[in-house]
C-alpha cells in the first residue's frame, strides 16, 4: 500500500491506472486522471493504493481510496477496487489502513456517501463500522432510470 508516487512519471502512471479502474467501476460518472489530478494537488486531499505483484510488469494497481481531510473530519470521496480483484480483501485493506491513518492523526469521524441500491458497498461500509446518518431522497438521476437515495454513513471513532 502507498500513499502516491513521488516521481512524476509514477504519479502520472498511477493517476492513469486509478482512472483506468475508476472508469470500471464508476461507469455513470468516472473521474479522470486530470480530475484526479486536480484533486490531489489541494493539501487536505489524500489517496491510498493497493498494489498486487505482476510477473510482466511488476506490479498493477489493484484498488484506491481517496479521501479528504478538514481538521477533525475524514471524507471518501472515492473508493474502488479493479473488478478482477473484487471480494479479495482489497476495501478491506484500505479501509484499515484509512482507519489507522486517520487514528493516528486524531480525525474524529470519518464519511462517506453511497448509492442505496448499492447493496456489496452498504454491507461492505457496515462492516467497516459506519452508520447511516441520513438520506437524500432522489439523489442519484440518471437518464430514463428510476432515481436512486443517497445514504450519508459516518464512523465515529473513540
Known amino acids: 500500500m502507498d500513499k502516491l508516487a513521488t ?4 504519479r502520472q502512471q498511477a493517476l492513469q491506472a486509478v482512472a483506468n479502474i475508476e472508469a470500471l467501476v464508476q461507469p455513470e460518472d468516472p473521474w479522470t486522471k486530470k480530475t484526479l489530478a486536480e484533486m490531489l494537488a489541494q493539501d487536505s486531499m489524500y489517496i491510498l493504493i493497493v ?4 510477473q510482466k510488469a511488476g506490479y498493477k494497481i489493484v484498488g484506491y481510496c481517496l479521501y479528504q481531510v478538514v481538521f ?12 478482477d480483484y473484487q471480494r479479495q480483501g482489497i476495501a478491506s485493506q484500505l ?7 486517520l487514528i493516528n492523526n486524531k480525525v474524529e469521524s470519518l464519511l ?7 447493496a456489496p458497498a452498504l454491507a ?7 452508520t447511516v446518518i441520513h438520506k437524500r431522497k432522489g439523489y442519484y438521476q440518471l437518464p430514463h432510470q428510476p432515481s436512486v437515495d443517497a445514504l450519508i454513513m459516518q464512523r465515529v471513532y473513540d
Open 7 to 10: 516521481n512524476t512519471s509514477e
Open 72 to 83: 477533525e473530519q475524514a471524507e471518501i470521496l472515492r473508493i474502488g477496487t479493479h473488478p
Open 51 to 54: 498494489y498486487k505483484p505482476e
Open 112 to 118: 462517506l456517501e453511497v448509492r442505496a441500491d448499492n
Open 95 to 101: 479501509f484499515a489502513t484509512l482507519n489507522n491513518e
Open 124 to 130: 461492505l461500509y457496515e462492516q467497516q463500522g459506519l
